[in-house]
């Protein structure tokens, strides 16, 4: 199994940064991709951005130019700098992982909350 700690939600201005760490630890050897969804009150949970194990990134339309995630494989930690930030982007920002095997093979952290003020 493993476990899923999200950092550096909070407030921020718009048009400003801000930066989300997620560390994975436990059976994190067997990772294939991790990334992050975003859900707002009403709203389904959406995909923002995704990294596999081979460095290879994904973004939803809404972020590409304003967002990045990186991968730290020795720390076992994917972090997300938002750059550009705007009212909309604001949610809680969920980290997920997808671990190379047949069972058990998705998991979740708590959120964090990012608050984008106009």
């Known amino acids: ?11 921020v201005q718009a048009g400003g940064s801000l930066r989300l760490s997620c560390a994975a630890s436990g059976s994190t050897s067997t990772i294939n ?10 709203k389904q949970r959406e995909l923002v951005t995704t990294i596999t194990i081979g460095g290879t990134t994904n973004y939803a339309d ?17 972090n997300l700098e938002m750059s550009s930030l705007r009212p909309e982007d ?12 047949v069972w058990l093979n998705t ?7 990012v608050t984008v003020s106009s």
């Open 1 to 11: 199994q493993v476990q899923l700690v999200e950092s550096g939600g909070g407030f």
């Open 33 to 42: 991709i991790m990334g992050w969804y975003r859900q707002t009150p009403g």
């Open 62 to 78: 809404s972020v590409k130019g304003r967002f990045t995630i990186s991968r730290d494989t020795a720390k076992n930690t994917v």
């Open 90 to 101: 604001t949610a809680v920002y969920y980290c997920h992982v997808k671990l190379s095997r």
């Open 107 to 113: 998991y979740w952290g708590q959120g964090t909350q």
